[in-house]
Nanobody, 110 residues
Framework: VQLQASGGGLVQAGGSLRLSCAASNIFSIAVMGWYRQAPGKQRELVADITSSGRTKFADSVKDRFTISRDNAKNTVYLQMNSLKPDDTAVYYC??????WGQGTLVTVSS
């Protein structure tokens, strides 16, 4: 299984970014998600989505982030709005809570 993430970058507080992660060499995926790890902190779940569309979000990103997936493309998206400096982290996509992408850095400046 290979995961290719993209979309990170530098943005000012209040701005938006969209992360994408495409999975290959896998037939079906139950859960697709995004985690993040800030310097000196543990990796934490940001959001995930099941194959039926059920979603789960960290309290800190509810009402600001949305997660979606394209099952035909095995791709998961994370739309991040109203970004805050506390959202600065390396974001990792995850498949079925087993496979990890390489991480993409999101930096939010104040």
């Amino acid at each position: 299984v290979q995961l290719q993430a993209s979309g990170g970058g530098l943005v000012q507080a209040g701005g938006s970014l969209r992360l994408s992660c495409a999975a290959s060499n896998i037939f079906s995926i139950a859960v697709m998600g995004w985690y993040r790890q800030a310097p000196g902190k543990q990796r934490e779940l940001v959001a995930d989505i099941t194959s039926s569309g059920r979603t789960k979000f960290a309290d800190s990103v509810k009402d600001r982030f949305t997660i979606s997936r394209d099952n035909a493309k095995n791709t998961v998206y994370l739309q991040m709005n109203s970004l805050k400096p506390d959202d600065t982290a390396v974001y990792y996509c995850n498949i079925d809570r087993i496979y990890w992408g390489q991480g993409t850095l999101v930096t939010v400046s104040s």
